[in-house]
């Protein structure tokens, strides 16, 4: 008896976390809080600025924490996207059981392409997952700082960056005056070695270099202009090592194929299901 | 049914119980962190303090007579209380000058001799105890070798990598974007630690917030809202202070307004010069950042340095006012120039003031100096 109820139990959780009205209700709470969060972040993204660099963790313990009037709706999203997520895996689960039950209903072909929005709507919760996990385990070098000539070798391994020269791309144009003689794209040549290997690479923003499971993004350089102060030529970069990328690039591929699945249905079994009515 | 309502009943309390179990993960931890702006101060344990410079970076403060923690590089990790220093900025030696250690811990600075109004610094540099390290953008490193410094203050990481080699610690003093009026208020509480001058911190930021307090109450029914502008034009360039530096907060809070309130980033930051004249036409007052030495000498100086000057208000009916020489290296003082600048915008409500970090520029050059330029 006692088993029986707790399964009924089990069973009723269950259905309320796969609601569909669950899913109304976690949307709107999700909106209201995300535009607390826009009022709040306004002129304090110093308060978030860190979580990429010292991680999810380290971030609750400092800025979380003591700035709690600013920084809660953040952790009332973490734990709105938690529900979604479980709302989204149980409302995802029983479809799909519900449309093995009934494969007789449907060729092969068609019945793989009616998996595409639940294939998505599990590649949603991967991606969510992903990111939750990057922020929780990357190691983050922060802010190395290297001038033309210098060397650095990853930590633990034998592998070694040299930053060779600084040779960015300079604004010449009339119809931005202001911008003339600025840097519009930095562009910084690295040598990257590991025992015999070598290989030179450009670092820019927007272009990361990766390098023995490192990813290696451009944070900050000087001079930014051709002829303004005498600054000496330097990069800042920061070196991640984000176990997490493997698990969200899974989920966006995995979105991706839900996506051209779904396409795929609709372009090809509208027409067949037309036909058939 | 009643199961339900159970469930129902219960979540609030878990939901209670794993906030309070979050809070108090690590309980036998001391833990306290500070944010200043961009710079952090966590302190893990009674022996040990984590603190995140402008740039950044991590730096590991560590009680001299305690061993060094095997998990930090030993380039990061700073013994306090630090006795040698090199200080680029104005502002950081005037912050050392604030913890009352100025004389004790300087021994070299990026500026000669005649560049330094702080007393304790030229008699540094005349002693031989202050070391001149060369201009910021070529120094002397084996200068820096021989003065043996246990820290740099530098708003400038290109060095970063040659200090490394030197196994000398630093710490990155500025900031991506400009400091706010609290984070200028308390960066002396963010290198207090270094020095183990945490009582003169307080001291000093509990002045001047009470001076802040006070600017406030006086200000608080001014009656008209004076506009106010801070920058200049230069030959290619156009610079303001934005308005989440502390200038512009400050203003704002003197019951005034600030025309680059809407600007955001870093300190002297570049906006064009159309952006410029638009506020310029409504502007009653002027901070220009030139200093007498640098041709602020007039209003008609101004002018003729740039024609585009001539066209704003401050210029044609309003009020100049520069910065005496002497001000960029009076940090320490910051109650005094905060008064002084409420009491620029508000002359009223402070009347025979006397004036100590700016001058007022007259219309034209007086007949000796106007000859000069």
Known sequence: ?277 | MNDNKNIRRLSPILIALIIIGCSQANPDKQQSFVQIGEFTLNRISKDRIDVHDGAGRMLVLIPRNIPAPKDVDPVKIVRTPVKRVVAYGFFDVAVLRALGVLEEVLVGVTNPAGNWYIKEVKQGLASGKIAYLGDASSIDYERIKQQSPELVLTWDPSIIPMLDELGIPCAVTSTPTAMCLNARMRFVQFLAPFFNREAEATAFFDRVNNTLLEIREKTANAGSAPKVMWGDIYEKRVLVEPGNAWVGELIGLTQSDYLFEDVYGTSCIEISVERFLYSGEEADILFTYRTKEYGATSKAALARMNPLFSDIKPLKSGKVYAPLPHYVQSGDHLDEILTEIAAIIHPKLYPDFKRRYFTELPDTDPPDIGGLI
């Open chain 1, 1 to 277: 008896m006692a088993v029986l109820n707790m399964i009924k139990q089990l069973s009723y959780i269950w259905r309320k976390l796969g609601s569909i009205h669950l899913t109304v209700v976690l949307c709107l709470l999700l909106t209201a809080d995300l535009t607390y969060g826009y009022i709040s972040i306004n002129r304090r993204t110093n308060l978030f600025a860190s979580l990429n660099d010292i991680g999810l963790t380290a971030w609750i313990e400092t800025y979380g924490r003591h700035n709690l009037l600013y920084t809660a709706w953040f952790f009332i999203l973490l734990g709105l996207l938690t529900l979604l997520c479980i709302n989204t895996f149980a409302c995802t689960t029983d479809r799909v059981i519900l449309l093995i039950r009934s494969r007789e209903h449907f060729g092969i072909q068609r019945f793989l392409f009616k998996f595409s929005p639940h294939i998505m709507h599990y590649a949603m919760i991967i991606l969510l997952v992903g990111y939750l996990f990057s922020y929780i385990s990357a190691q983050v070098i922060v802010s190395q700082t290297m001038v033309p000539g210098t060397t650095i070798t990853l930590p633990g391994k034998t592998a070694q960056i040299t930053f060779e020269s600084f040779e960015p791309v300079y604004y010449h144009g009339d119809r931005l005056a202001f911008l003339n003689n600025y840097v519009i794209s930095p562009r910084a040549k690295l040598l990257l070695t590991d025992g015999d290997y070598n290989k030179t690479a450009v670092l820019s923003y927007n272009q990361p270099v990766w390098f023995k499971g490192y990813g290696i993004f451009l944070k900050n350089f000087a001079p930014r202009k051709k002829d303004g102060m005498a600054i000496r030529v330097r990069i800042d970069m920061n070196i991640r090592k984000d176990p997490g990328v493997c698990v969200y690039i899974a989920g966006i591929i995995l979105f991706t194929a839900g996506l051209f699945m779904y396409l795929a249905e609709w372009i090809f079994f509208k027409k067949y299901t037309k036909e058939s009515l």
